[in-house]
């Protein structure tokens, strides 16, 4: 019995999650389609008010990163970068 609850906890935990990220796929397709400057102004406002403290920590501690590369290492990662991730492909906006 104790198997059964467990697993339906997991099984709605993992559904949260899902429902979650897909909300926020969601929110983001609507964010997109925004051509407003005040109401981006006013999203931009609403999200870093209700940022976290640990959404702040991600950004320090990525920035803990920043001006230790040579010259040279920081054009290599943009170069691979540019190769491999900045390819937009339209249909996939669709």
């Given at each position: 019995m104790l198997k059964i609850e467990r697993s339906r906890k997991i099984s709605r935990l993992k559904f949260t999650?899902?429902?979650?990220e897909a909300k926020k796929l969601h929110i983001i397709e609507e964010v997109l389609k925004i051509n407003n400057d005040a109401a981006l102004s006013a999203l931009e406002n609403f999200v870093k008010k209700y940022r976290t403290d640990e959404d702040i920590k991600k950004d320090s501690v990525i920035r803990e990163f920043s001006g230790i590369w040579s010259k040279d290492e920081a054009e290599e990662m943009e170069r691979i970068i540019?190769?491999?991730?900045?390819t937009i492909h339209p249909d996939d906006w669709k």
């Open positions: 999650i899902m429902y979650s540019a190769e491999s991730c900045e």
